[in-house]
């Protein structure tokens, strides 16, 4: 299974969005996002699964949306109204029935 590789981090205003991608190989049962901010555990932001069910971090809710097609093993994020606090390393968590894969993140910074 390849390491998944994360796109589309950078540098915003707070207020603004941006949209993270992330591709995958292997036969994904469910794909997810983590943050870790500096000094802080990482945490789950969103997870979807096959079967188009998610799972948010409740404060993203209203502001973020994960999306998909697991099968083909992609994975987006798309944020909106960020926030200073959503600042941090996001990473892209493949999971298969073997267990769990994880690219090397890509940063978000959101300025006041």
């Known amino acids: 299974q390849v390491q998944p590789v994360e796109s589309g981090g950078g540098l915003v205003q707070a207020g603004g969005s941006l949209r993270l991608s992330c591709a995958a190989s292997g036969n994904s049962i469910t794909m997810a996002w983590y943050r870790q901010a500096p000094g802080k555990q990482r945490e789950l932001v969103a997870d979807?699964?096959?079967?188009?069910?998610?799972v948010y971090l409740d404060s993203v809710k209203g502001r973020f949306t994960i999306s998909g097609d697991i099968a083909k093993n992609t994975v987006y994020l798309q944020m909106n109204s960020l926030k200073v606090e959503d600042t941090g390393v996001y990473s892209c968590?493949?999971?298969?029935?073997?267990?769990?894969?994880w690219g090397q993140g890509t940063q978000v910074t959101v300025s006041s």
């Open positions: 979807i699964s096959r079967s188009g069910r998610t």
């Open positions: 968590a493949a999971t298969t029935l073997v267990g769990r894969t």
